[in-house]
């Protein structure tokens, strides 16, 4: 069924360069969506054990990526040079580039390939990645694959530090947030267990409602603020506390960090 799948091109040939946690994220999340056939691609063999019941197959060469519709490349930045100079792909390839502060341009001045630029998160592993994608290289099958395993964003790449520094950073971000509420929780007498679950399950719900709701965060957060009530005192707290300031710091790090990275790539 797969190899009619393949032969009639119903299937799309995604190979991933680089099975570590992002690249494994990407493969993981793959599995539960028809219609892609995965090649997993690391020299390390035990990344390539950790994705092998997720991936149709498992390789520590390179030359796999050849049979491919998409190729992404997820190493890391400094690796990205000499993977694309041991690459010979063809001009009816798309390259995905996940690699943080790697111009599309630097990327595309060293393969035939046609370049998307991608800023992934790590929630690809269960469907809920956000990730920046760059208007440039950008094709209804790359739009497929992004939508198959979460949502994205188009933008100019003048962007993409922002992005990286906002969704791609952004879950360590959120994971320190829901560690913190854990914590307050474990104080107050919950289990560690339960404090997580409790935690981990507000953020997400919160996350979805503000996603699916068509109310504004302000209002959001003045409909779980009943009168004379208990968040209504949690809230004059946090505001009065430099918790926005704290989280606008974190970003603003990462941003400049991706800047930094990205002065060692220039295009050319
Ligand atoms: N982690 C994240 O949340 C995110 C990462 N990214 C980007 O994704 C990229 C990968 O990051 P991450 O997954 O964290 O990194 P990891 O180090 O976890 O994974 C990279 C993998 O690539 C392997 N590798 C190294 N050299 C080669 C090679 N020549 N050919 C094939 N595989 C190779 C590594 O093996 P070994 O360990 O032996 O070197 C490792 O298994 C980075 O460019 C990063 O900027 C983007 C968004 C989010
Ligand atoms: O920390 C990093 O550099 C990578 C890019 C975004 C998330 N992880």
Redesign the pocket.
Known sequence: MLLNALSQGTMTRVSV???????GALIRGLRSVDGYHVTA????PA?LVAVESFAEETTDD?SAAREADIVVI????S?VE??LADLDLRADQTLVT???GVSRGFVAARTDASVVRV????AAETGNMAAAVTEEGLTDEVRDLLGAVGEYAEVDESLMDIATAVN?SG?AFAFYLIDAMKTAGIDGGLEPEQAERLAAQTFKGAAETVLRDDRTVDELIDAVCSPKGTTIEGMKALRESDADDGVVEAVVAAERRSRELAEAFTDE
């Open positions: 360069i680089g099975c570590g946690n992002m690249g691609i690391d020299l390390d990344a390179a997820a190493v890391k930045p690796i000499s993977v996940f690699a943080a800023m992934p998160n790590l791609g879950p």
